[in-house]
């Protein structure tokens, strides 16, 4: 008798084709504060009929620029606080859900974060990241401690930093809004000039899957300043929102009609 036929190969999410122009992008974001200047510059519509698992709270946003499919993809609300559903754990599984249920050729992760004076921020500059780190993740022992760390270099898009004025800087991320001793230690071993809570999990997710992701990234409070930093992001979210708004405006105007490798 003849051996039975090898099974089939597990399905797997098709990987981008760098010379095909991008069609689909997802913009993974925290807050909904974050993302309004976006829904309103392009129109976008509050997708009434999920992607995603039934009873979850997360949003879609969708539309269409020049043919662009737009979709800003958020964590939506505590059920009972009511507020954003930030931090890793939300930003990895709307990440990896976005990507099981859109394909998208280009993952973008905008949002805010702390800059530090020390590395060049200032408030309401907006950064493309270059590489992505966690800052909490501390576990000494050997190859165990270089995996808590997590390092990702963001996807390169020479042609598109040279042509949209963007500050550069790496990103660290963890799970507080405060900084202590041993995480600020970690930010500095990490080089890190903005700080947030979301930016190392999607990479880790986009990088685990095989879809390019890029991190922009706008300054609402000064972490190596003399204020409290709750204050100073609160007094600031309405006005750096704004600025990163135009900018991924910028960057969405750049993508439509180009391919991955023209980036």
């Known amino acids: 008798m003849a051996p039975p036929p090898p099974p089939p190969p597990a399905e797997s999410l098709p990987t981008c084709d760098s010379k095909r122009s991008i069609s689909t992008i997802a913009i993974i974001m925290a807050m909904q504060t974050e993302a309004l200047p976006l829904i309103n510059k392009f129109n976008l519509s509050l997708a009434l009929h999920s992607v995603f698992p039934v009873g979850v709270p997360w ?48 993952i973008i992760n905008a949002g805010t974060a702390g800059g530090f004076k020390a590395k060049g921020a200032c408030i309401a500059d907006v950064f493309l990241v ?12 050997p190859a165990f401690d270089l995996y808590g760390v997590g390092l990702r270099q963001a996807f390169a898009t020479p042609n598109m930093s040279k042509d949209i004025n963007l500050k550069a800087g790496k990103l660290s991320t963890g799970d507080s809004m405060d ?33 390019p992701a890029i991190f922009m990234k706008a300054v609402t409070d000064i972490v190596d300043g003399d204020r409290p930093t709750s204050e100073e992001y609160l007094e600031n979210l309405s006005a750096v929102t704004a600025a990163l708004g135009q900018a991924v405006s910028q960057v969405i105007y750049y993508l439509n009609g180009k391919c991955i490798s023209e980036l």
């Open 59 to 106: 949003v879609r946003y969708h539309g269409t620029y020049k043919g662009l499919s737009i979709n800003i993809v958020l964590p939506g609300k505590h059920p009972t606080l009511g507020v954003d559903n930030v931090g890793t754990v939300c930003a990895s599984l709307i990440t990896y859900a976005s990507i099981q249920a859109l394909q998208p050729d280009l």
């Open 179 to 211: 900084m202590c001793p041993i995480d600020e230690s970690s930010i500095i071993a990490n080089d890190a000039t903005l700080k947030d809570m979301e930016g190392a999990a999607v990479a880790y997710v986009a990088d685990l899957l095989k879809v």
């Open 130 to 141: 270059s590489e992505v780190a966690f800052h909490d993740r501390r576990i000494p022992i």
